[in-house]
C-alpha cells in the first residue's frame, strides 16, 4: 500500500516536469528579451520602450492564459448523471445483460443525452458510475470523466475540456505572437552579432539563442494551433476528429456542426469584446450541446419506451445468453 502511494506521488511529480521546462524556458526568454536586448543591446531610448511595453502585453497575455488552461479544473457531470443508489444496486445485481441495457435505458431517458455507443448502447462510465453526457469522456491520466473532454495536454498537466478549451486556445495564439514578436525584433541584432557588429559576447549568446528558440518554438505552435483553429471551425474535439460521434441514427462527423460562426459563439461565446481575454464566455454548461440535424422523431429523448425495448432486446437471439450480445459498451 505505502509501495503504491509513493509511487503515485512520484507519478503525480514527474507530470508536473513539462511546465517545468515551459515555465523555465519563458523565465529565461523575459531575461534575454529584457536585460540583455532592451536593457543592454538597444541604444535608442524610443525603441527600447516601444519594444519592452509591446513585449510585456504579449507576455502578460501569454503568462494568463497559460495559468488559465493549467489551473482550470475540468468540470465534471451535473449529479443527475450519477446512478442513484437505487439504480447501482439494481444495475449491479442484474446479471444479464439485456436487462442491464434496459435499466441504462430508462434511466438514460430522464436526461438530454444523444451519442450512442459503435453498437448502439448507452454511454456508461464503470469506473465513475454514471451516463455520459454528450462528448463528455473518461481521462485515465485525471480518472474522471469530463465534459466535452478534447484531450489530456502534459504541457499543462491537465485536461483539456469545456472549461478551459478557450483559455488552451488563447494560450496557443498569444504562445505564437510571442515567439512572432521575438523572432522579429530580435532578427535585426541577430544579424549585427553575427556579423561582428556587436560584440558583447554575453549578450550575443543571449540573443543568438533566443532566435533559434522563438523560431522553433513558432514552427511547433504554429501547426498545432491551426489544427486546432481547424476544429474549432467545424465544432469537433481532437477526440471527435479521430472516432466520430454516433447518434441514434448512426455516426455523423458533423453532428455537432452548425456553421463557421456558430461554432466560434459556442467556444467563444456571443460577446466579441471577451473572445480575446482569458474570461470564461463559452456558451452553455457543458452538458448538452445543439446538433446539426436530429429531427425530433431521432431524438432518444423523445422516444418510448417500446422502441428502446425493440432496439435492446426484442432484436437479440433469444437462445443467446453470451456476453457478446451486449450492446452497452461501457467506456472508460
Not at 118 to 130: E, K, V, Y
Request: aromatic fraction near 16%; include cysteine; glycine fraction near 6%.
Amino acid at each position: 500500500m505505502a509501495l503504491s502511494r509513493g509511487l503515485r506521488c512520484c507519478q503525480r511529480a514527474f507530470a508536473w516536469l513539462p511546465v517545468l521546462i515551459i515555465a523555465l524556458v519563458v523565465l529565461w526568454s523575459y531575461y534575454a528579451y529584457v536585460c540583455e536586448l532592451c536593457l543592454v543591446t538597444l541604444s535608442n531610448p524610443v525603441e527600447k520602450v516601444a519594444y519592452l511595453t509591446i513585449f510585456h502585453i504579449l507576455f502578460v497575455l501569454f503568462v494568463w492564459t497559460y495559468w488559465k488552461s493549467i489551473f482550470t479544473l475540468p468540470v465534471q457531470p451535473g449529479k443527475k448523471y450519477h446512478m442513484s443508489y437505487a439504480d447501482k444496486e439494481r444495475y449491479e445485481n442484474e446479471e444479464r445483460p439485456e436487462v442491464q441495457r434496459q435499466i441504462l435505458a430508462e434511466i438514460a431517458r430522464k436526461l438530454p443525452v444523444y451519442t450512442r455507443t459503435g453498437n448502439g448502447g448507452i454511454r456508461f462510465c464503470d469506473r465513475c458510475q454514471l451516463i455520459k453526457p454528450d462528448r463528455c469522456h473518461h481521462c485515465t491520466v485525471c480518472a474522471i470523466c469530463v465534459l466535452k473532454m478534447d484531450h489530456h495536454c502534459p504541457w499543462v498537466n491537465n485536461c483539456i475540456g469545456f472549461s478551459n478549451y478557450k483559455f488552451f486556445l488563447l494560450f496557443l495564439a498569444y504562445s505564437l505572437l510571442y515567439c512572432l514578436y521575438i523572432a522579429a525584433t530580435v532578427f535585426k541584432y541577430f544579424i549585427k552579432y553575427w556579423t561582428g557588429e556587436l560584440t558583447n559576447g554575453r549578450s550575443k549568446f543571449h540573443v543568438l539563442f533566443l532566435l533559434f528558440v522563438a523560431v522553433m518554438f513558432f514552427v511547433s505552435l504554429m501547426f498545432l494551433f491551426g489544427y486546432h483553429c481547424w476544429l474549432v471551425s467545424r465544432n469537433r474535439s481532437t477526440l471527435e476528429a479521430f472516432s466520430a460521434p454516433v447518434f441514434q441514427n448512426g455516426p455523423d462527423k458533423n453532428g455537432f456542426n452548425l456553421g463557421f460562426v456558430k461554432n466560434l459563439q459556442q467556444v467563444f461565446g456571443e460577446e466579441k469584446k471577451l473572445w480575446l481575454l482569458p474570461i470564461a464566455s463559452s456558451q452553455g454548461d457543458g452538458h448538452f450541446f445543439p446538433m446539426r440535424a436530429l429531427c425530433e422523431a431521432q431524438n432518444p429523448l423523445l422516444a418510448n419506451e417500446e422502441q428502446w425495448e425493440d432496439d435492446g432486446i426484442d432484436e437479440e437471439p433469444h437462445d443467446s445468453g453470451e456476453a457478446s450480445s451486449l450492446a452497452i459498451e461501457r467506456e472508460t
